[in-house]
């Protein structure tokens, strides 16, 4: 079987060494232009701070690819000839499949702001391979950044400028940073820890304008308030979306929606033709379509790719959600319903008084629903077990030190912690006040 794998992100990457387990004689080629090999995208800031090497991103050694004879290939794919059953490349060449993998993930969301097709240069995402490129050249010429949007790739690219002494404007559109992940509680304490830090977290407040220099890079953006923040780099961090620029141009493309249109086993509507990873819209049988940018679920869709591609019929269903990183130097880890809980749903929230640390648990009344987890360590396998053996919060706040992953003289001393029943708000207390 010749099996064509497009993209060398962690869902094309699984789906590879899954292939070539399950069919030790089948071709396997992983094509991409990002990069020659798979490197781990969640740790492209610390190669931007100098504690690794881009070398050091790559989890696999560079020998592994060769002695599983997965053959990689560094160029772009141009289009897609189903009936003939190839892809052409950017250079010309074609390559035949039995079975195509579209893995080619997402791209970082863009903002038509005024001003900004006339900059030239020093607007970056942190996203791609390429990306750290761009923010490695502009950071010597670097005095001012400005960085728009209050997600985990925006803290991360905060963190990144602070560390190489940039003088950083952190602009957050929402009442409290990253909403859609964190309550009011959790989202002030990551607040004081980035001012602590040095950034000038701008909330409820975003771009309007951008001003190029006269040699065409950006040189200052004007907010909603009508202020003049000047800055060498403007760091854009709204999300991301499916990447289907190049698909679209293909003569012989899939359904595309919102991604990829793929069914519950990931097949596309081409014959021979899978999708899995941060590219694809998943339509069940029953229930909404939807998509799921997270690192977990692409690896997950990619394993399970790999099974189909022999005829498994598996099916996918998203886990318990989990996530987990860390805010500067808080931690972080969310498991199962939070925030996208009912408004009022009940919760119990514990903080450490004089510390960045703090435990939300989202309950019902009677089982518990969720967590988010600040400022200390956490064993998330445990903390899904309580969700599903449905284990009251009472349960849970007996039985924390269970789930605890510090080291021993790290840990958070969880009897000192000062405990509310905090019903879950969708409005900033100074909000609430006002009504």
């Known amino acids: 079987m010749d099996i064509v794998i497009v993209g060398n992100g962690v869902a094309g990457i699984t789906c590879a060494l899954a292939a070539r387990r399950r069919d030790p004689g089948a071709r396997v080629v992983v094509v991409s232009g990002e990069s020659d090999y798979f490197f781990s995208r969640t740790a492209l800031m610390y190669a ?132 859609v992940a964190l309550g009011w509680e959790e989202a002030e304490i990551v607040g004081a820890h980035m001012a602590e830090h040095g950034v000038d977290l701008r909330l409820a407040e975003e771009v309007r304008s951008v001003e190029a220099g006269g040699d065409g890079r950006v040189a200052a953006v004007r907010t909603a308030a009508g202020e003049r923040i000047p800055c060498q780099m403007l760091g854009v961090a ?70 189909n591609l022999f005829g498994d019929k598996r099916s996918y269903r998203p886990p318990l959600f989990f996530n987990s990183s860390k805010f500067f130097d808080v931690e972080y880890t969310t498991v199962g319903s939070v925030t996208d809980a009912p408004e009022g749903t009940p919760t119990v929230y514990m903080r450490l008084p004089g510390r960045p640390v703090a435990v939300r648990i989202v309950h019902d009344g009677g089982r518990v629903l969720g967590f988010n987890m600040l400022g200390s360590r956490w064993d998330h396998e445990v903390l899904e077990g309580w969700i599903r053996e449905g284990r009251s919060a009472e349960f849970v706040r007996r039985n924390l030190p269970q789930a605890q992953f510090d080291v021993e003289f790290g ?4 009897h000192r912690m000062e405990v509310q029943d905090l019903p879950l708000g969708r409005i900033a207390p100074a909000a609430r006040a006002a009504d």
């Open 238 to 307: 709204i999300g991301v979306s499916p990447n289907l620029e190049r698909i679209r141009a293909f003569r012989g493309a899939p359904l595309l929606g919102k991604g990829i249109v793929v069914d519950e086993t990931l097949e596309t509507t081409l014959p021979g033709v899978f999708a899995c990873g941060d590219c694809v819209e998943i339509r069940p049988r029953e229930g909404r379509p939807y998509g799921e940018q997270i690192w977990y679920s692409a690896k997950r869709q990619g394993a399970i790719c790999a099974d």
């Open 411 to 414: 840990r958070a001393p969880l």
């Open 48 to 179: 931007f701070m100098d504690r690794m090497t881009r070398r050091d991103l790559e989890p696999y050694e560079r020998r592994t690819w060769g002695d599983l004879r997965i053959d990689l290939v560094r160029d772009w794919v141009v289009d897609l000839d189903p009936t003939r059953r190839e892809v052409t490349l950017h250079g010309g060449r074609t390559l035949a499949y039995d079975r195509l993998v579209l893995a080619v993930g997402a791209r970082p969301n863009a903002f038509p702001w005024d001003g900004l097709d006339r900059v030239r240069d020093g607007v970056v995402h942190f996203v791609s391979m390429q990306d750290l490129d761009a923010c490695e050249r502009l950071t010597p010429s670097t005095r001012e950044a400005v960085v728009v949007g209050g997600g985990l790739i925006g803290i991360e690219l905060v963190e990144c400028l602070v560390h190489h002494g940039i003088r950083t404007t952190f602009l957050v559109r929402e009442p409290w940073y990253w909403p």
